[in-house]
């Protein structure tokens, strides 16, 4: 039994549903949390749903601050929706308190846990299977980040330090290689050395951020296609939830991540490598997209750099991939030995595949520029 069925019981009791449990179980393709759809009995005819997680305690070392930063955004979130006449209930997340009247509940072990209302009629896609779909999630993540604008930056716990700090990535895997804890640095060279041909590409976006040339703003930075709920009646991107992780960051960001998981029609784990492919009408598609969602609050330097976005942040994940590997995969969740080496590949060939069509990735983005 994995340490989150050890205390689900304890996690259940914390909460009232409303009606009783009849069962909770494990549910989505999340890297990180474990997490569980309780149904309830039915009353009146309604069986009410709801999504219960064990936050990943590998990953966010102090719930209390994860926590605030959710409540602050989602509280925000939905004044904003109401006020133009959305359905807050569907259209952001909401935590439900304990039977305490608190965010979270802690376990017996020093587990974290919440809960949302599971938002009913959706779908939530692990590939995207048709551009309009594409579209939609992106016009979600770009509609997301200008409706953040005026949050209170200042206000938000850095809930994963440097978490799309690439340089500092790039020095994290240096270190696993060095410590080879679990003997596997052998078998990892190609990708070892794949990484290290672009040690000077880490510091490209975060240079421009230092530069002053791209701005901070409040962003998600874990823009995967299941993380925004699709209105199964009108195929709009509905919600965006998988909150854990905003903070101040780039927007190229945002974007360069959806492009890695979306933008091709492979698995993250797919193990044959010919079939991961950047698809650059994918690509373009989303582009336009997540443009229109930002609502024209992009610079043209931003907008310049998507390209960059798109190449870094999946550069970055596939070094996190390996660094996990390095390590043990303590991490990401993993459901087969060498998972994550797998994933690891897979970033690395759409890597590759970005650097072979780069002029035309550029020249998708550069018709967007307003000056
Ligand atoms: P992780 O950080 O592990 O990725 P997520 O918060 O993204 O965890 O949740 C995992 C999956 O659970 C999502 O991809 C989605 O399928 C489902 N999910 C999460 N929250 C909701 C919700 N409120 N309503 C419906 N489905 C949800
Ligand atoms: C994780 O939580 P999830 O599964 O949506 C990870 C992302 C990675 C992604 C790779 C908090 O996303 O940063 O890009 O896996 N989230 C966290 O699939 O580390
Ligand atoms: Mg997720």
Known sequence: MSAAEKTLAEALAAYDFGAPVVGAMRYGCGHIN??????????????????????????????????????????????????????????AMEVIRTREGKSYFTDSEDGAWRVFPFVKDIYCYQTAETPELFAASGRAFGRFQRMLDGYPAETLYETIP???????????????????AMGRVG??????????????DCSVALQAQRDGVLPLRVT???TKLNNVLIDRRTGEGMCVIDL???????????????????????????????????????????AKAFLEGAGGTLTDAEIEY??????????????????DYLEGDHYFHTQREGQNLDRCRTQ???VADM??????MQSIVNRFRKG
């Open 244 to 286: 854990d992780t905003v903070m101040p960051g780039l927007s190229i960001n945002d974007f360069g991540d959806s492009i890695r998981f979306g933008a091709n029609h492979s698995a993250e784990d797919e193990k044959d490598l010919s079939r991961v492919n950047l698809d650059l009408d994918l690509y373009a598609v989303y």
């Open 162 to 180: 440097h978490f799309h700090d690439t340089e500092d990535r790039l020095a994290k895997l240096k270190a696993a290689i060095a410590a080879d």
């Open 306 to 323: 998507m390209p960059w976005g798109a190449k870094l942040m999946t550069l970055e994940c596939g070094i996190r991939f390996l660094t």
């Open 187 to 200: 078998e990892c060279g190609d990708e070892i050395a794949f990484v290290m041909a672009r040690e000077a």
């Open 34 to 91: 474990d997490t569980f759809c309780v149904h309830t009995q039915p009353v009146d005819d309604c069986c009410n749903c709801y999504i219960l997680q064990r936050m990943s305690a590998a990953a966010f070392k102090h719930p209390d601050q994860l926590m605030a930063n959710i409540v602050g955004v989602t509280d925000y979130l939905g004044e904003k929706i109401t006020a133009a006449g959305g359905d807050r209930s569907r259209e």
């Open 355 to 360: 650097e072979a069509h780069w002029a035309e």
């Open 220 to 222: 998600h930075n874990d």
């Open 348 to 350: 690395f060939k759409l």
